[in-house]
């Protein structure tokens, strides 16, 4: 268990499986940078925090910008969207997840009831039931199911699914129920994809986890390894400073090395 000191950033699990180096850079040596895509990227994620509000559609309550930890993983951040769907008598969500559609950021105009501001910060159940957890102000027992936006498409490694499972993770521990399945929104393909928290993607995103505080804890930046993925980091001119200078010319290159030559130098 860690303390709420050593915490560290859940988006950095991300960072981690991208390019160890960027993580580094950014969790060890305090660098950030924007760039084209990471503006896009961070207002994707501020339409779809708007921390404290919820939605109520039906067997679906939306909530927005939830606040997540876990002390077992020693991991700390924010959800973008957690659906609540309702538990019926039975125990099984009352609308399946995978077949409801319900894309978070087309609310407003659309009518729909919002509760008072500060439900983000007053998730945490007292008492969970056994297939559900209990909402302030709304009755019955609710299955959560998170969501995490992402900028471009689906990516070929596992790094966005990591991070979501994550999230998972996180709100199992607060709520005492097990998640076992959340959604990817994708901007660019303008869909959202299911993902299954099998035991696979459970110990791959631990061991990132421990992976992740290890390297912060040594202190360490990985070193350079150039790949054609750097080419849209934002911490390109910061990583590799000499890769991504302005090329010289090959008659500028001639003409200086000609003026060594008649310099006497090589």
């Not at 869909?191 to 099998?198: E, I, L, S």
């Not at 990583?239 to 500028?252: F, G, N, V």
Request: hydrophobic content about 40%; proline content about 8%.
């Amino acid at each position: 268990m860690f303390d709420e000191d050593d915490l560290v950033p859940l988006s950095a699990l991300q960072h981690l499986l991208f390019c160890e180096r960027q993580c580094a850079l950014i969790h060890i040596e305090g660098l950030w940078a924007e760039n084209r895509l990471t503006a896009l990227g961070e207002r994707l994620h501020e339409r779809a925090h708007r921390e404290g509000q919820r939605e109520l559609r039906g067997d679906v309550c939306i909530a927005r910008g939830v606040r997540l930890r876990s002390l077992r993983l020693g991991l700390a951040g924010k959800a973008d969207v957690v659906e609540f769907h309702r538990v019926d008598a039975a125990g099984a969500p009352t609308a399946p997840a995978a077949g409801l559609g319900v894309e978070p950021l087309d609310v407003p105009g659309s009518g729909l009831p919002a509760a008072a501001p500060g439900m983000a910060a007053l998730l945490i159940p007292t008492s969970p039931g056994p297939t559900g957890v209990p909402l302030p102000g709304v009755a019955g027992l609710w299955w959560p199911f998170p969501v995490e936006y992402k900028r471009g498409r689906p990516k070929r490694n596992r790094c966005d699914k990591v991070q979501l499972c994550a999230q998972a993770l996180c709100l199992e521990e607060m709520l005492g129920i097990e998640v076992p399945v959340g959604a990817l929104f994708y901007g660019a393909t303008r869909r959202r994809f299911d993902v299954a928290f099998d035991a696979a993607l459970r110990a791959e995103t631990e061991d990132a986890a421990r992976r992740l505080h290890a390297m912060i804890d040594s202190g360490v930046t990985p070193r350079v390894a150039r790949e054609p993925k750097c080419d849209n980091c934002s911490l390109a001119a910061l990583c590799l400073p000499e890769a991504t200078a302005p090329a010289r010319s090959a008659a500028r290159y001639t003409r200086d090395a000609l003026r060594r030559s008649e310099a006497g130098g090589t």
